[in-house]
């Protein structure tokens, strides 16, 4: 199988070849030729398998094959949780459409509109935003959704759960009823997919491993630890293994700020990434660590989706995440197009129904040791996973739960009482369910 063998046109195929693609992914090779055909689709492949190519390719031929001679109308657009994943997916969408006439841009917050708005009004056929930013440069009318023709939903679960749900539905609101839309991403709960068919259209669903399963060459296994002792255990794993490039997840910004500190009082140096930091951080943070400047990047689940680190070779979780999916992603991190990679995962007495949650997504148990010198004494009772993906419409009462604020939330009015927009535009973001900042 080729890249030309799936449909795609010369100026594609001399792209990904730039690019050292010499076939393409199984999950590239079932989507694209699908996308061709213009019908909407449903994509859940492992992490690091090449989706971002799976649904731009196709996207940018057809743009380029449908172009009108003179307006340039935003014809794209493509949605991400995070502003990382937009850069990094506009990076992308720059370099496969490098050989046609098509432009492209990427908008996303924490940085200011100004340079954002003047793009746009040049004109784009193809937008990569997060949700947030673009809804307000909607509300100042610096952007249409007029003449949308295809909406890409990336990381699709998380852009239909709770926290960004609403925010989507506005956007797609002032869209064509006409339109395609693709949504992708390497879990999918069954609840999701339900609000997943609200929105697509006779979808084709198309998948190419066992569903919410991790990337093959992931070797993944759990060390018995007490939280006390985490950090310890921590700089001893880095050091005595003379790990050089690791992604550290914690559950909590503070967390996260924390073992950064200690990390660089151990002499490891690190950064962290997380909702509470500037833009302008989080971009150097992330930088530093892909051209190898700081050995450590410890970050939130903000990091969680999607973000690509060529040959990461190691994946610590500092805490296992109460949400079993996101594991799924966080480990994916590492074990990118084809490349080994090796998640560790810190588990003391709180979290091994975490742990159960995770292996029952997986179908399979994780491998687990006792450290010599690390031997657990916690007796803290276990926490209650969410079963759920915060806000997914779940019936089942959380109400024993003592663990994340998103669980006490209420379920099924979340967003009337006192709430009603008080914008006639209807953005309300105020009122909206508070999107829990990562
Ligand atoms: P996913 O979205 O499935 O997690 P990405 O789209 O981020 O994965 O791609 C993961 C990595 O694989 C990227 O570095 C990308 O450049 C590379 N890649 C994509 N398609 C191919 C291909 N056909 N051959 C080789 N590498 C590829
Ligand atoms: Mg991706």
């Known amino acids: 199988m080729t890249f030309k063998s799936l449909g795609l046109s010369d100026a594609f195929i001399k792209a990904v070849e730039e690019k050292g693609y010499t076939k393409p992914s199984p999950i590239q090779q079932k989507a694209i030729p699908q996308i061709l055909q213009g019908k909407d689709v449903l994509a859940s492949a492992q992490t690091g398998t090449g989706k971002t190519a799976g649904f731009t390719l196709p996207v940018l031929q057809y743009l380029t094959e449908t172009k009108h001679p003179k307006y340039r109308p935003l014809r794209a657009l493509v949605l991400t949780p995070t502003r990382e994943l937009a850069a990094q997916v506009y990076d992308n969408v720059r370099e496969y459409s490098k050989y046609v006439n098509i432009k492209s841009a990427v908008v996303f917050g924490g940085v200011k509109p100004?340079?954002?708005?003047?793009?746009?009004?040049?004109?784009?056929?193809?937008?990569?935003?997060?949700?947030?930013?673009?809804?307000?440069?909607?509300?100042?009318?610096?952007?249409?959704?007029?003449?949308?023709?295809?909406?890409?939903?990336?990381?699709?679960?998380?852009?239909?759960?709770?926290?960004?749900?609403?925010?989507?539905?506005?956007?797609?609101?002032?869209?064509?009823?006409?339109?395609?839309?693709?949504?992708?991403?390497?879990?999918?709960?069954?609840?999701?997919?339900?609000?997943?068919?609200?929105?697509?259209?006779?979808?084709?669903?198309?998948?190419?491993?066992?569903?919410?399963?991790?990337?093959?060459?992931?070797?993944?296994?759990?060390?018995k630890v007490d939280k006390k002792r985490k950090t310890e255990f921590t700089v001893k794993l880095i050091k005595e293994n003379n790990w050089n490039q690791v992604l550290i997840f914690t559950r909590t910004k503070h967390g996260a700020?924390?073992?950064?500190?200690?990390?660089?009082?151990?002499?490891?140096?690190?950064?962290?990434?997380?909702?509470?930091?500037?833009?302008?951080?989080?971009?150097?943070?992330?930088?530093?660590?892909?051209?190898?400047?700081?050995?450590?990047?410890?970050?939130?689940?903000?990091?969680?989706?999607?973000?690509?680190?060529?040959?990461?070779?190691?994946?610590?979780?500092?805490?296992?995440?109460?949400?079993?999916?996101?594991?799924?992603?966080?480990?994916?991190?590492?074990?990118?197009?084809?490349?080994?990679?090796?998640?560790?995962?810190?588990?003391?007495?709180?979290?091994?129904?975490?742990?159960?949650?995770?292996?029952?997504?997986?179908?399979?148990?994780?491998?687990?040791?006792?450290?010599?010198?690390?031997?657990?004494?916690?007796?803290?009772?276990?926490?209650?996973?969410?079963?759920?993906?915060?806000?997914?419409?779940?019936?089942?009462?959380?109400?024993?739960s003592s663990n994340t604020s998103s669980t006490k939330k209420p379920k099924r009015k979340p967003h009337f009482k006192g709430n009603k927009p008080n914008n006639s535009s209807g953005r309300g973001r105020t009122g909206a369910p508070k999107k829990k900042r990562i």
Not at 155 to 179: C, H, Q, T, W, Y
């Open 114 to 223: 100004a340079s954002q708005i003047a793009t746009l009004k040049r004109g784009v056929d193809i937008l990569v935003a997060t949700p947030g930013r673009l809804l307000d440069l909607h509300d100042q009318k610096a952007v249409s959704f007029k003449r949308i023709d295809v909406l890409i939903l990336d990381e699709a679960d998380r852009m239909l759960d709770m926290g960004f749900v609403r925010d989507i539905n506005k956007i797609i609101s002032f869209m064509p009823a006409k339109r395609q839309n693709l949504m992708f991403s390497a879990t999918f709960s069954k609840d999701i997919k339900k609000l997943a068919n609200g929105i697509l259209k006779n979808p084709v669903e198309v998948e190419t491993a066992p569903q919410n399963s991790t990337a093959k060459k992931v070797t993944h296994s759990v060390f």
């Open 257 to 400: 700020n924390k073992l950064t500190q200690n990390l660089v009082k151990a002499k490891i140096s690190a950064a962290a990434i997380h909702g509470n930091k500037s833009q302008g951080a989080r971009t150097k943070a992330l930088r530093d660590f892909k051209d190898n400047s700081i050995r450590v990047l410890v970050a939130t689940d903000i990091a969680a989706r999607g973000l690509d680190i060529p040959l990461l070779p190691h994946v610590i979780n500092y805490e296992l995440p109460n949400v079993p999916e996101d594991y799924v992603h966080r480990i994916g991190r590492t074990g990118r197009a084809g490349a080994k990679g090796e998640a560790i995962s810190l588990v003391c007495s709180e979290e091994t129904e975490y742990q159960k949650e995770i292996e029952k997504l997986l179908k399979e148990e994780l491998n687990s040791t006792v450290v010599e010198g690390f031997e657990p004494t916690d007796t803290a009772a276990p926490k209650r996973a969410a079963t759920q993906k915060k806000g997914s419409f779940k019936k089942k009462s959380n109400s024993t």
